[in-house]
């Protein structure tokens, strides 16, 4: 699959390239990201590199089981370049018309509804552009931030999975909720008048 990028209402989502990799290494410094997500603790400028220039990539190539498709969330810079906010991926799940998603944000840029934005966009564009009849979120139980946003964000949460994740080695609870299709109005801002989620020209 040829990668391709999204945008929301006030951020860009665009593919992970190798020039990212010293903002990825910065952000994933942060002790909320390394205790709620399953990157790697330490984290190195090494993990970085082969996330920017591998991992993020295998999933548009369709290689390895997850298929994800990795964004970077952008926003305009002070300098007048995108600046990389975070991340977020979309992961099909079997059997089919179903997905996962998973997102991330720099600690700088917390608290400006960009978290929101992208995955208001990420969703609509899986349920309206990609067919999918459902989105699954989850999250380690007591990661209130996430759930606060995934609940802002339409999704309804199910319940707590016992061991349902394992963080660097280490079996974790997890909260999951899923969002329909049916859940969902077209709100004005993420859609082309034919119902489709506005590609980034």
């Known amino acids: ?16 390239s190798p020039a990212d990799t010293q903002r990825v290494f910065d952000y994933c410094q942060d002790a909320e990201i390394q205790r709620w997500t399953r990157v790697p603790v330490p984290y190195r400028m090494e993990d970085a590199a082969v996330f920017t220039t591998s991992t993020a990539q295998k999933g548009w190539d369709g290689i390895g089981f997850d298929h994800a498709r990795e964004w970077a969330i952008r926003i305009p810079g002070r300098d007048g370049k995108p600046y990389l906010a975070g991340g977020i991926a979309l992961t099909p799940q079997p059997p089919g018309n179903s997905a996962e ?9 917390r608290g400006r509804g960009l978290a929101t934005d992208a995955l208001n966009t990420v969703v609509a564009h899986a349920i309206y552009d990609l067919s999918m009849r459902r989105v699954v979120w989850q999250a380690i139980v ?43 109005a077209k709100d004005d801002g993420y859609w082309t008048e034919d119902g489709r989620v506005r590609l980034w020209d």
């Open 142 to 184: 007591g990661n209130w931030a996430s759930r606060r946003l995934a609940v802002r964000c339409g999704f309804k949460v199910e319940g707590t999975i016992r061991s349902q994740v394992i963080i660097r080695g280490q079996p974790a609870d997890a909260w999951i909720g899923t969002i329909l299709a049916e859940d969902l």
């Open 101 to 109: 998603v998973g997102f991330l944000m720099a600690a700088d840029c």
């Open 1 to 16: 699959m040829e990668p391709y990028s999204l945008r929301g209402q006030i951020c860009q989502l665009t593919p992970f």
